[in-house]
Structures are given as structure tokens and as C-alpha cells.
């Protein structure tokens, strides 16, 4: 004749109706007790998480040889807790410069879970050729993780050079020859020669530039790593002595150079030249 009823674990201030239909089989008072045994209980909830580092490194791909290269760490916590202390280390290698030496030390403090910090850094192209640094996140209570990025550090060249007739008679032809050349690894734009004839000579043939008195002025435009042109001149003159044939060069990118070549012009005939042959 006795009913249970197993409700299990009840929350502070839940309430739970159970509802017993019982049938008369004799006249008097009829009496039901109830009774409720539980055993009392307090919970403590203690949230348990874990802190992870996550690092990303980038930076431009290529830079020129002593150019200033910014780069950018972001380091973030993808953890459920807090990630404690947090410092990122970056390793500058020896093809990069930096201030503070070859290695940077950069305090990020706590990091809350999902909480990221993105950290600047600039070096200085010292070398040609490509260079990886890498940049390290460590802390109290999350393991290292690591993370680089590499640049390829390149030079701009630019050089001309201009050969010539050492010797020429009055009223012939001298023959000259200008090469231009990319000496660098990028290519060049806005490339203009420019050819000064000396003021006692005459042009014969600009070789196919724009020619302004004693001016000749070649277009190039782009000019390729490594590529190279080449223009002819050719100059008279009825005026005796050495004149100097000057040439530069220059770029968009601010690079330029020059050269000349220098010719004798002498009267036709018998010359002595006895302090050249003894």
C-alpha cells in the first residue's frame, strides 16, 4: 500500500503536483500521509578554458636596396581564457636592419579570449636578396607559436657607356656608339638619353632620335631588368682639336649616369706624331 515517487534533483524554488486517485472499500475516516525525503545539496560551477595564441607576420614582398620595409604582426588570443603576459619577439635577419638590434622585443600584456593586438615594425633594406624573419608570441600560460614573413630585396641599376673614332680629318666622319643597360632587377620607366654634341662639331646622323641643334634626345620609355639599347651618332667638324661628346641617362625612378667619348680632329695629311712613337 505504499506509493513512491523518485522526482529527482529539484532546483531552489521548483515545485512538482503528483496527483493519487485511491477507491473507498470501508466506511470511516480515511487517512494518507505523505512524506518527502531529499538530500540537500549546493553546486559549484567552475569554468574551465584554455588560452591559445594565433600570430600572423606580413609584410611587401619585394623593397629596394635601402628602402624603410613596414611590416605587421597580429597576434590573437583563440582561446576560451585569458592568454597571461603575452610578449612577441621578432628575429631580424642579417639581410634586414633594425634599430634594436637583431632582435626586437615588443610586451603585449593580456590578452582576453578573442582579443587581438596588431603590432608595427619597420626595418631597413641592407641587402640584396630575400630575407624571412620570424616573429615569435609567447606566454605565462599558452603555448609559442611563430609565424614569418619574407622579402625579396632588390637594386635599381641604371649605367651608359659611349665609344667612339679616337681620331678623325677635318670634315669626316665620326663614327660614336651609346649603350644604355639595366643593371638592377626591376625594370625602369621614363628612360631618356640625352646626347651633347660638342658646339664645334655638326650631327650627321642622330641615329634615329630627336635631334635640336647639337641635341639629340632618345625616348626609351621602359627599360627591362637587364635589358640593354644601343644608338649611333655620327658627327663632323671643321674645327681642329679634341672635342668631348657627352651623354647621360636618366629614369622615373631618380636614377641617372653619363659618359663621353672625346675625338682628335686633325688636318688631313702629314702629322707628326713623334711624342706617340718615338
Given at each position: 500500500?505504499?506509493?513512491?515517487?523518485?522526482?529527482?534533483?529539484?532546483?531552489?524554488?521548483?515545485?512538482?503536483?503528483?496527483?493519487?486517485n485511491?477507491?473507498?472499500?470501508?466506511?470511516?475516516?480515511?487517512?494518507?500521509?505523505?512524506?518527502v525525503?531529499a538530500?540537500?545539496?549546493?553546486?559549484?560551477?567552475?569554468?574551465?578554458?584554455r588560452?591559445?595564441?594565433?600570430?600572423?607576420?606580413?609584410?611587401?614582398?619585394?623593397?629596394?636596396?635601402?628602402?624603410?620595409?613596414?611590416?605587421q604582426?597580429?597576434?590573437?588570443?583563440?582561446?576560451?581564457?585569458?592568454a597571461?603576459?603575452?610578449?612577441?619577439?621578432?628575429?631580424?635577419?642579417a639581410g634586414?636592419?633594425?634599430?634594436?638590434?637583431?632582435?626586437?622585443t615588443?610586451p603585449?600584456?593580456?590578452?582576453a579570449?578573442?582579443?587581438?593586438?596588431?603590432?608595427?615594425?619597420?626595418?631597413?633594406a641592407?641587402q640584396?636578396?630575400?630575407?624571412?624573419?620570424?616573429?615569435?608570441?609567447?606566454?605565462?600560460?599558452?603555448?609559442?607559436?611563430?609565424?614569418?614573413?619574407?622579402?625579396?630585396?632588390?637594386?635599381?641599376?641604371?649605367?651608359?657607356?659611349?665609344?667612339?673614332?679616337?681620331?678623325?680629318?677635318?670634315?669626316?666622319?665620326?663614327?660614336?656608339?651609346?649603350?644604355?643597360k639595366?643593371?638592377?632587377?626591376?625594370?625602369?620607366?621614363?628612360?631618356?638619353?640625352?646626347?651633347?654634341?660638342?658646339?664645334?662639331?655638326?650631327?650627321?646622323?642622330?641615329?634615329?632620335?630627336?635631334?635640336?641643334?647639337?641635341?639629340i634626345?632618345?625616348?626609351?620609355?621602359?627599360?627591362?631588368?637587364?635589358?640593354?639599347?644601343?644608338?649611333?651618332?655620327?658627327?663632323?667638324t671643321?674645327?681642329?682639336?679634341?672635342?668631348?661628346?657627352?651623354?647621360?641617362?636618366?629614369?622615373?625612378?631618380?636614377?641617372?649616369?653619363?659618359?663621353?667619348?672625346?675625338?682628335?680632329?686633325?688636318?688631313?695629311?702629314?702629322?707628326?706624331?713623334?711624342?706617340?712613337?718615338?
Amino acid at each position: 500500500d505504499n506509493l513512491s515517487w523518485n522526482l529527482g534533483d529539484m532546483a531552489a524554488g521548483e515545485g512538482q503536483t503528483i496527483t493519487v486517485n485511491l477507491r473507498a472499500d470501508r466506511e470511516g475516516e480515511l487517512k494518507a500521509c505523505a512524506t518527502v525525503v531529499a538530500i540537500p545539496k549546493q553546486c559549484l560551477v567552475t569554468k574551465v578554458g584554455r588560452p591559445v595564441l594565433a600570430i600572423e607576420k606580413t609584410g611587401p614582398e619585394t623593397a629596394i636596396l635601402g628602402d624603410v620595409v613596414p611590416y605587421q604582426i597580429v597576434v590573437t588570443n583563440t582561446g576560451t581564457a585569458t592568454a597571461e603576459n603575452v610578449v612577441v619577439t621578432d628575429d631580424v635577419p642579417a639581410g634586414l636592419k633594425h634599430e634594436a638590434g637583431s632582435t626586437v622585443t615588443l610586451p603585449v600584456g593580456d590578452l582576453a579570449p578573442g582579443e587581438s593586438r596588431t603590432l608595427p615594425i619597420a626595418m631597413t633594406a641592407a641587402q640584396r636578396g630575400r630575407h624571412c624573419n620570424n616573429a615569435t608570441a609567447s606566454s605565462d600560460n599558452a603555448a609559442s607559436v611563430k609565424d614569418d614573413a619574407c622579402t625579396l630585396v632588390q637594386i635599381r641599376g641604371l649605367e651608359i657607356a659611349k665609344t667612339g673614332t679616337p681620331e678623325q680629318y677635318l670634315g669626316k666622319i665620326a663614327s660614336y656608339t651609346i649603350t644604355v643597360k639595366n643593371t638592377g632587377d626591376t625594370d625602369l620607366t621614363n628612360v631618356v638619353v640625352t646626347d651633347s654634341a660638342p658646339a664645334a662639331t655638326v650631327v650627321r646622323d642622330g641615329g634615329n632620335g630627336a635631334v635640336a641643334g647639337n641635341t639629340i634626345t632618345w625616348n626609351v620609355g621602359t627599360l627591362a631588368s637587364g635589358a640593354s639599347k644601343s644608338f649611333d651618332v655620327k658627327l663632323t667638324t671643321k674645327v681642329e682639336g679634341t672635342h668631348c661628346n657627352r651623354v647621360g641617362v636618366t629614369s622615373a625612378e631618380g636614377l641617372s649616369d653619363d659618359a663621353e667619348a672625346c675625338t682628335l680632329w686633325m688636318l688631313s695629311g702629314c702629322v707628326d706624331r713623334s711624342d706617340r712613337y718615338g
